[in-house]
Each structure stands twice: as C-alpha cells, then as structure tokens.
C-alpha cells in the first residue's frame, strides 16, 4: 500500500493544535522504526560515497515515517486495557469481575482444567500462540489447539517429565523425560530418542537457530541443531546441577541461574560464559527476559524479584515480599510471578513494575509454570492439579504479522513458513551478546610486530614445552640412552633458534665489518685496524 | 472499571471463501523481529550464492561467416535484427531469436571496415577498404517470411567510390548524412555521389568516427596520430581535439547524457570525457590487459560494454573504474566489436574467430515473462546483496569470476610492476623536499594536451 508523502515543512505554522500533536506522536514513533541514529557523513571525504550515503538515509527516513503512519492508522486491532476509577485498585479486580464486563470471545479464555492425578504441569505455547503443549510431572503430554480448545493429541509416556518445548511449529515437540530427551510428531510417535544428554532439566528451543538447548542434572548445557541432529555444542558449565534456565529472545543467549546466586549466559561456540552476574545472596528460583532483551528478572530464595538492565549490567529494581518460583514477561513488557498458589502480575509504569493485577487460587492449586500467551491477553498458569488460563487485559501484542507469525495459519501457509525459516536458518556463531554487531565492519589495524619482550617470552615458552615433550621409547635395540639425550637436546636448541625474519630490525642481516668491532675486543696483533671515531 | 481484551474473531481474520485470497496482516515493529540483521546477513549470503548458481551469461553463437568479423551495427527500429560484416566482404542480417542469417549483402571486395545503419532503419551503409561505400535496402520482415532456410540476397542501392581506402562509418542521428573517415573525414549524403563536406584533421588516418545522440550536427572522430577530436559539421573546422599517450579504438557517446563520451584506448583503458570540459578524464575505467577494440553504450547510459584483444569482453559502470563482470570462452579469440541490445538485455561480440555470440548483460538474470511476485523477489535480492557486499564472506562469492590463465597472469604480472613502481615513486617523493614531486592523477597522466579551437 503505497503512501503518498508530502514534504509539509512549509505548513507546520499553519497546522491546528490538535494535527500537532499527532506530528510529535508520530515523530515519537518514527524514532523506533529507524532503530537507531543515521550515519556520520560529515566526516567523510569520498564525495560520491557521501552523496550516495545520503539518498540512501533520505530513504531511510520516508520509510520510517511511512511505517509511522501505518501504525496509528491502519492496523486491525488496539491494545487491551484496564484502567479503574480513583479509589478502585487495579490488583484487587478478580477475574469474576472481569469476566462479566468482558465480551464472550475473551471470556471462553477463562477456564481451569482440572487434572489432579498427573503432577504440577509445565507449559509452552508456539509463537503464534495457537497451540499449547502442557507436561504433567508423571508423564502425561497433552497438545492442545487453543483456538477451538480441541486436544490434538494426548499420550502418556508413563515415566517422570521434568519440561516440555515445543520446535519451530507445532508439528513436533520435545519432551525432557526421566533418562532421556525426546521429540514427538504432531501425532504423538517418537521421532527421536537423545541420548547424548543424559537426564534433562530444562528444554528451551532457540527459533532462529533452530538449536535445541538444554541442561541436564549434572550441570552440562547442550546445543543441538534439531535440522540435520548435529551436537553444536556440550558445554561443562563447572557450576553444578542447576534447573534454572532461560533462552534471551533478543540475541539467542542462554542464560543459567545457579545455586551461587550466580546467573551466567552462554552462547554455543564458546566454553566459558559471556558473563556471569552475582544476582542474589541465596540460590536463584527463576530467570525470565523481556522480549526486547534490556531487562532481566531474576527471583531468589530470599524472597526479592530484581529487575537487571542487560546494557550496563546493573539492578534497576527490588520487588520485596515473595518468593516468586517462576517469572514470565508478555509481549507488552507485564512481568507475572508465581508463588504458592498466588500470581501476581506487575505492569510498568514509567520503568517502575508495581501491582498490576494478581490472581489467586485455591490453596491446592501449586503454581508451577506461568507463561504468557503469544498475541493474546492470557496468561496461562501450571499448577499441581492440571493448569488454568486467566485475562490480563493489556499484555499481548494485539497486531500479528502473518510473515512473522500467524494464529491463523493454513497448512499450506504452515508450509511454506517451514521451508523460508529453514533458509533463514543462522549458524550458532551469530549468537552474540549484541546482535547488532552483525553486519558492522571493524576499522582494520596493521598487523603490528611483537616486541622483543614478546618474541623472548614465546620462545620461554617453546623452550619449556621443548624440555618437557615425552620422548617416544624404541625398540629394537633403537633405544640407546645416549641417543636419546641427543634428540631431546636438539629439540630444545630448535626452540631457542629464532626465525631468519623474526629478529628486530637492526640485529638481523647487518653486517658487521672487522672495523666496527671495539678495540678492546680485538687481539693484538690486529689493533691497529680497529675504526678510530 | 474500563477494560478491553483482545478478541479477535476469526471471520475477520480469515477469507470467506475458498476462491478469495488469503488474508494477510502486516506489523512492522522491530520488536517482533529479533535478531533482524543477522537474517538479514543470511539472506545476502544466500542470495549471492544463487546468484552465482544461475549464473548462465552464454545464449548462442551465431555461425556463418567466413572470416573474422570487422564490424555490427543495429537497426535502431527493430530489435531483432543486427547486421554484421567481415573481412572478406561479407555483410549479413541476423535475426538474433532465431541465430539465423536472414539476408546476406554481397558486394564488397575485400574487408569492410564500417557499417550503420540511418536511424529509420532503411538504409544500411557500408565502407570498406575497396574504398567503395554502398547503400543498401533493408528488407523489411514480414510475416510470410517464415522459411528461413532461403537466404535471400540484396543489391545495393547505391556505390559510391572514394580515392583512399575507407576505414569508419557512422549515420547522422535523425538526420540523412553520415560520415566516413579513412584518409580524411566526408560527410555524405544518401543521394550525391560525391561527399557534401570534407575535413582533414592532419596526415594520419582517422580510425573512429561517431555522432552524437543528443546534439545531431556533433561528431567525435579519432585519429592514429593518438588524438580525439571532436568537430560540428555546420563549422569548418574542429572544436575540440584531446590528444593521448595512445591511440583510441573506439568512441561511444553516453545516450543518456550526450555531453559524455567514453574512448576505448589502445593501452587498455577506457576513459570518460565530458565534451565540454577535457582538460581530465572524469573517470577511467580499468581491466582489460590488452588493447581496448570496441565499446558500446547501453539505452539506460549505466553501463557500457567493451571487447578487447585479451579475448574477453566486460561490462563495466559508467562511472565506475572496475569491470563488473568479464565473459570469456575458449573458442572465442580476439574480439573486434561488441554492441549492447537495444533492450539492455543482451550483449553481442564479434570475434576474430568468425562467430558472433550473444550474451546475457546480467548473467543470472531470469528472462522471459517473470510474475511480480518473483521481480519483487529479485529485487529484493539485489538490494540486500547491496548492503552486504562489502562484508569479507560476501564479497568473496560476488566479486568470484573465473578469469583464463593468459589473463591471470598478466594481472598479477601488471600489479607487481604497479606497486614496485609506486613504492619507488613513493620513496623519492618522501626523500625529497615536499613540493617538488607532484603526482599527476591517472586522470591527467594520459592526455598529453588537449586544446580548443575557435
């Protein structure tokens, strides 16, 4: 759809107030869709370079305030709300309440499923947020379609499930069940059996990469490509067992809480960890990341949820008062916290999270899992007698892109979104703290000589690693100790020669004539040709 | 209380029908797409790399001469049909669908140096070293000429005989003269046997002679005495002359800005000139290793393409130094003349070993009808190749061509002498007092002086 841009610098004076300020409105929009700040020309010399450099930014600049517009203007849906009048306090509205103001769609998201035989359940929905995957500790695996609340399929595995995770789509899904991983159809057979792992804790999928990540209970993170089943990377974290982990949605970084009170991040290609942050005097309960990757929450045994900014690395904020088992952020930045059987979902207003809306259950009912829908305002909640899905107005996105991800998928559609992820597919080695580097060019430095300080310290080394080389035994009669003495000392004079073109300029190649000795080195009888200066 | 949810209904969100199209919405947060780059990075590394998968630049070979070929020239109303003519005298028209000879032109003895073609596409010229020029008919195609088995032949319209071998023809644009050049330059029109203005640009032969698009009374000729000149017929003598270290081959005019034209040099190089200002070249386009035969604009004025005597022929921008694409075949020897289709598609070179061969101008591209789904496809390719192609992985596969052995070497074998010949230029500058050495810019290196003439 083509929107026709007209250069109205001239009519700013002329505009009525109220058009102004949809001009600052939309300015303030603009700002996001040009992500970030446009290139210094100034300090260019290639004038042609430049003049390209700047239709390409002009260019920049029309499409951003296009997307602008699109935005306050043409997209289906607007996001949900509840707001209450003066002495009203948001966090008591119970859901009862909201279900009577509500309109029959939203309401039929309101439910508790009731399965009291098969353990606490965890929860994974798609990316769209059409399907749900629930996982009963003691081995029930139920695949859900939660647009006509149709179970797809439901299979027992009848040993202990500790997570579930759904692949790119729902067409398969893993399981970390009591030995091994494994991945199910869409029908419920076992595709895979991955024994490599050893006894999972957690299974989180990174969708970009297609890479299938997991921890299991001796402390070992796993990276395995789901594509062609190669093991990317096994990883010994050295910290001890830890169930605790969460995949950033920003960069693809994984992150581990531990019982330190450490969280450390990982990427695959890499043994030791990006960072590693003392986040809580006790153990670390839960990790969750907000879906623009600067916000971090982290809740301990210590009954504190801390709000970490990722860019500097520093605690913005301290939510006293529980012990939050498991966090989840939405789509719109609502950060929920289960603990017992109480949830408590914080909204920010102006960076601050504060009481938003809560939501208790009956004292049986042991929070395990929350997670937000995907483009829906749910959150759904597994507990130890099945799971329950309950309405927070305002925290999905209410605008999908059917290239991104779409509720509404047809087989078809399905298909094809299969076949462009695959050629989009990143290598392992894109996945980095600031994945805004990729594409950004290093200024190129001149190799520079090692200084002579250097060049002595590589040749200690290669001395040391010299002398300390295990000599083959021969045999034969070919194992004469004299013999081998020689071998070794000739090893370790290699190492002390230097290269012919390693030596610092002025010692290697000059000449020395007979005249530039010293006098007092020379013998006598040659004094006399020693250079007078 | 005030509270929305969101509630989407799926009517609204799905087609009524099963004949409608799908619906499909559009968001374009950022934050909906992590990771946006580094997909983006993917996709221009896939693109690069299909790129070099259909990578086909080779058509056809069109096979009938028996001699190698001297000159083409095309019919600017018919897109069709190129006319080219050998060293034995052998004028045909070829209709490029079909790699076939139409018609054949027999007449001349001995090599013809010159064709061209008068823009309403009537009348074919050719000049040769028979120092004869003749004016053909050109048939016209019809629709019952579908046996093309039967060759047929024509009969000039028209011989005219000079004193001196002739070595240049070019038609006036939108005009009825042309001009020949050989011993000295005649303006000619159809229907006078003898020529209507000569000019005598001093004692050596003019080789080259080409009018110019925009400004029909303008004419750039170029001499073996190593200058360009550039003349206007309405005065008697020249405007303009440039004079060079080496000789031109060929000049072009760039159709789209008809004040710049372009000169194929014997030393390899190609430079731009703009008309009115020539005291440097605008820019100098190089690659090829060997003499610079031949060069011909493209109708969008980008790109131009040249034909060399390294046995290659190459595309280069118009305003850029380096070729962006080289084609090469065994079979294909010294190559004398090349002309870019009139539909920017295809290039064609005529070579030494009597075949004409048709290219593709970008090598990957996918002829035929294309769906507008797949052009955006394309072009959205193109773009987000662009953005990348500086980044190491990238630049690697699209700047990939493989080049034959002779001119691999003698490019390795130029850039060892370059670079020993800056370093010691370099040496002497820093080892002398500032100043005193001051580097001239390839720009101005090669023009020896140029001069205008009231």
């Known amino acids: 759809m083509e929107v026709d841009l007209e250069d109205n610098n001239l009519m700013e004076n002329v505009l009525p107030p109220d058009e102004q300020e949809i001009d600052v409105e939309l300015e303030a929009k603009e700002k996001k869709y040009l992500r970030g700040e446009g290139a210094n020309l100034e300090s260019l010399k290639d004038k042609k370079l430049k003049t390209q450099l700047a239709s390409r930014e002009k260019l920049y600049g029309k499409s951003a305030k296009a997307a602008a517009k699109i935005e306050k203007w043409l997209l289906p849906a607007s996001a949900g709300y509840l707001e209450t009048d003066g002495l009203e306090k948001t966090w008591r509205i119970k859901q009862t309440d909201i279900a009577k103001e509500v309109d029959i769609l939203s309401s039929r998201n309101q439910y508790d499923i009731v399965l009291p035989d098969f353990g606490p359940y965890k929860l994974d929905f798609t990316a769209s947020g059409r399907h749900m995957l629930a996982g009963g500790r003691k081995g029930h695996l139920a695949l859900v379609d939660m647009l006509n609340m149709n179970l797809i399929r439901e299979i027992h595995v009848r040993e202990t499930v500790r997570d579930v995770a759904f692949l790119h789509n729902d067409q398969f899904f893993a399981a970390a069940q009591k030995k091994y991983a494994y991945i199910y159809g869409r029908d419920g057979t076992e595709l895979h059996c991955l024994k490599e792992r050893g006894p999972v804790a957690r299974l989180r999928f990174l969708k970009n990469h297609f890479l299938l990540a997991s921890v299991n209970k001796i402390g070992q993170l796993h990276y395995q490509d789901v594509t062609y089943g190669d093991m990317v990377a096994s990883i010994r974290t050295g910290k001890g067992r830890t169930d605790v982990m969460e995949v950033n949605p920003h960069n693809g970084v994984v992150a581990l809480g531990h019982s330190g009170g450490t969280v450390t991040m990982w990427k695959p290609t890499s043994q030791a960890p990006l960072v590693q942050m003392q986040c809580h005097p006790g153990p670390v309960s839960s990790v969750a990341f907000h879906p623009n990757g600067h916000l971090m929450a982290t809740s301990g045994k210590e009954r504190k949820v801390k709000i970490w900014d990722l860019r500097k690395f520093e605690e913005v904020q301290t939510i006293h008062g529980f012990h939050a088992k498991t966090l989840s952020f939405s789509q719109k930045g609502l950060l929920a916290a289960g603990t017992g059987s109480f949830v408590q979902v914080l909204g920010d207003s102006s960076g601050n999270y504060s009481r938003y809306m809560s939501h208790s259950m009956v004292k049986g009912y042991q929070v395990e899992k929350v997670m937000f829908r995907p483009y829906e305002d749910v959150l759904g909640i597994g507990h130890s007698m099945g799971w329950s899905s309950v309405l927070i107005p305002g925290s999905g996105e209410p605008n999908f892109d059917s290239w991104v991800a779409n509720p509404f998928e047809t087989s078809k559609q399905r298909r094809e979104k299969e076949v462009h992820l695959l050629l989009d597919k990143l290598p392992p080695e894109t996945i980095m703290l600031d994945p805004s580097k990729i594409g950004a060019m290093r200024p190129s430095r001149r190799k520079e000589k090692p200084t002579r300080g250097e060049i002595e310290a590589e040749k200690e080394v290669a001395i040391e690693a010299a002398k300390g080389v295990e000599m083959k035994k021969k045999t034969k009669g070919r194992n004469k100790p004299s013999k081998r003495t020689k071998k070794k000392k000739e090893m370790v004079e290699n190492a002390k020669k230097t290269f012919p073109g390693e030596e610092q300029g002025n010692v290697a190649g000059k000449k020395r004539r007979i005249g530039d000795v010293d006098a007092a080195e020379l013998p006598a009888s040659l004094k006399r040709f020693a250079r007078k200066n | ?454």
């Not at chain 2, 086909?56 to 020239?73: E, L, N, Q």
């Not at chain 2, 076939?100 to 309403?120: I, M």
């Not at chain 2, 206007?232 to 003598?237: F, G």
């Open chain 2, 1 to 454: 209380m005030r509270i929305k949810t969101i509630s989407r209904s799926v009517d609204e969100f799905t087609r009524e029908r099963s004949q409608d199209l799908q619906r499909v919405f559009h968001n374009f947060d950022p934050s909906l797409r992590p990771m946006e780059k580094a997909v983006e990075y993917q996709r221009a590394l896939t693109a690069a790399k299909l790129e070099k998968i259909f990578a086909r630049p080779f058509v056809g070979a069109m096979d009938g001469h028996r001699d190698g070929i001297s000159c083409m020239a095309k019919n600017p109303n018919y897109l069709k049909g190129i006319f080219s003519a050998s060293m034995d005298g052998d004028i045909r028209l070829w209709d490029i669908a079909t790699r076939r000879t139409v018609c054949q032109f027999p007449g001349h003895q001995g090599a013809v140096r010159g064709l061209t073609v008068s823009t309403d596409g009537n009348v074919l010229v050719s000049c040769g070293i028979d120092s004869t020029v003749r004016l053909w008919n050109v048939p016209r195609p019809s629709l019952e000429d579908s046996d093309l088995s039967s060759e047929k032949s024509a009969e000039p319209s028209a011989v005219y005989v000079c004193k001196n071998a002739l070595l240049a023809v070019d038609h006036q644009f939108e005009g009825e003269l042309f001009a020949t050049s050989g011993a000295q330059i005649d303006i000619w029109n159809h229907n006078r046997s003898q020529p209507v203005h000569s000019f005598k640009p001093g004692n050596d032969s003019v080789i080259s002679v080409r009018f110019n698009p925009g400004e029909p009374d303008i004419l750039a000729v170029s001499s073996n005495d190593r200058r360009m000149i550039i003349y206007d017929i309405r005065m008697s003598s020249a405007a303009r002359e440039i004079r060079m270290q080496t000789k031109t081959n060929s000049i072009a005019w760039n159709p789209m800005e008809p004040m710049n034209f372009t000169g194929a040099n014997e030393d390899g190089n190609c430079y731009s000139f703009d008309g009115r200002k020539n005291e440097e070249a605008k820019c100098v386009h190089k690659d090829h290793v060997s003499a610079v035969m031949d060069i011909d604009f493209s109708p969008t004025g980008r790109e131009f393409v040249t034909g060399s005597y390294d046995r290659s022929v190459r595309i280069f921008p118009y305003n850029g130094g380096h070729s962006r694409e080289i084609y090469h075949t065994k079979r294909m020897q010294r190559v004398f003349c090349v002309k870019y289709s009139s539909d920017a598609t295809y290039v064609i070179s005529g070579s030494d070993d009597t075949n004409l061969r048709l290219w593709k101008a970008k090598a990957s591209e996918q002829l035929g009808v294309i769906l507008p789904r797949e052009q955006k496809k394309h072009e959205y390719n193109e773009a987000v190749k662009n953005r990348y192609k500086h980044l190491p992985e990238i630049k690697r596969i699209v700047r990939h061509r493989h080049l034959p052995k002779p001119i691999y070497k003698a490019i390795a074998e130029s850039r060892a002498v370059n670079n020993a010949k800056k370093r010691k230029d370099d040496r002497r500058k820093a080892s002398s007092a500032p100043g005193t050495i001051v580097t001239k810019p390839l720009r101005t290196r090669r023009i020896i002086n140029e001069r205008e003439v009231e």
